[in-house]
T-cell receptor, first 114, second 108 residues
Framework: SQTIHQWPATLVQPVGSPLSLECTVE??????LYWYRQAAGRGLQLLFY??????ISSEVPQNLSASRPQDRQFILSSKKLLLSDSGFYLC?????????????FGPGTRLTVL | GQNIDQPTEMTATEGAIVQINCTYQ??????LFWYQQHAGEAPTFLSY????GLEEKGRFSSFLSRSKGYSYLLLKELQMKDSASYLC?????????FGDGTTLTVKP
């Protein structure tokens, strides 16, 4: 079976501090991977997606970055957090054909920036 | 780009049927997804429609009309555990765009 791990589950960080969220996937090779953010009471906003190692596409210009150092590892980072970075961060893997893949989500990381 | 509209909230009674609508405007269309999201949890996949018509999966069904830019999720025999947010997402060739979700409350 395919499993997505995310950690930490919750995080409280001060404004201006750095961030690193990790996502790892088991049971599949070369998956499409996605980072989404969900603000309270809202839908999901796509931040980054990756179709392979070292390949990152950014959807929303902001103070976040992503990296994919290994096939099944996807990392979301920031050098200096803003209050507006608070939210529920979800990693997802895509299953199916390119351009039609169904996304399956990990458990998420709830980030609060104070 | 994509524009997706869903009602913000709905309330229904246990055992009843409820229909959650989703309308969209899109510059490209590769399918429409429905997800269920319980409070504090990640979304889970419910259904995918790419052709017009109804897809049935147990108590849940999803309908799509591409010409009208319209979909609905039908939940039958409602149970208390169906209280959740239901997200509509439209896929274009590049990515999926999510609506803000419909919060369904099921009352006894």
């Amino acid at each position: 079976s395919q499993t997505i791990h995310q950690w930490p589950a919750t995080l409280v960080q001060p404004v201006g501090s750095p961030l690193s969220l990790e996502c790892t996937v088991e049971g599949t090779s070369n998956p499409n991977l996605y980072w989404y953010r969900q603000a309270a009471g809202r839908g999901l906003q796509l931040l980054f997606y990756s179709v392979g190692i070292g390949q990152i596409s950014s959807e929303v210009p902001q103070n976040l970055s992503a990296s994919r150092p290994q096939d099944r590892q996807f990392i979301l980072s920031s050098k200096k957090l803003l209050l507006s970075d608070s939210g529920f961060y979800l990693c997802a893997r895509g299953e199916g054909g390119q351009g039609t893949d169904t996304q399956y989500f990990g458990p998420g990381t709830r980030l609060t920036v104070l | 780009g994509q524009n997706i509209d869903q009602p913000t909230e709905m309330t229904a009674t246990e055992g009843a049927i409820v229909q959650i609508n989703c309308t969209y405007q899109t510059s490209g269309f590769n399918g429409l997804f429905w997800y269920q999201q319980h409070a504090g949890e990640a979304p889970t996949f419910l259904s995918y429609n790419v052709l017009d018509g109804l897809e049935e999966k147990g108590r849940f069904s999803s309908f799509l009309s591409r010409s009208k830019g319209y979909s609905y999720l039908l939940l039958k025999e409602l149970q208390m555990k169906d209280s959740a947010s239901y997200l509509c997402a439209v896929r274009d060739p590049g990515k999926s765009t999510f609506g803000d979700g419909t919060t369904l409350t099921v009352k006894p």
